[in-house]
């Protein structure tokens, strides 16, 4: 079965933006690899930061879902708070400084550096959650 490898995390500083989440998940620094910040997901996914340079135009900041252990999660809700981010419940960012409880988990979104909204969630959503949202 095919599974994701890498993928390419648009940023205006690559560095800084892949350290950022790093800090979050308390993941190891990033290395330099060509042109990106190369992290390592604990999957074996790399998150291949790359400063945005196509003649000059903005990109367009996108979503990104990290399913973590309960575990995890208090550590990085711990790290949010201490850093004194704001976080949201909803990926619409209209419940703040909240965090959500869909299927029995749960979830809370931070925006990093460059506006990509990112989910920290503790259980994958259902079938019965996705069709009713």
Known sequence: MPRLDHTIVHSKDRFASARFLAGLLD???????????????DNGVTLDYAEHAAG???FVPTHYAF?????????????????DLPYWADPMHTKPQ??????????????????HNMEFLTRTYSEELLSSL
């Open 27 to 41: 993941a190891p620094e990033p290395k330099a690899y060509g042109p990106f910040a190369a992290l390592r997901m």
């Open 56 to 58: 000059g135009r903005e």
């Open 67 to 83: 399913l973590v252990s309960e575990e995890e999660f208090d550590g990085i809700l711990a790290r949010i708070q201490e850093r």
């Open 98 to 115: 909240e965090i959500n409880t869909h299927d029995g988990g749960r979830g809370l979104y931070v925006n990093d550096p460059d506006g």
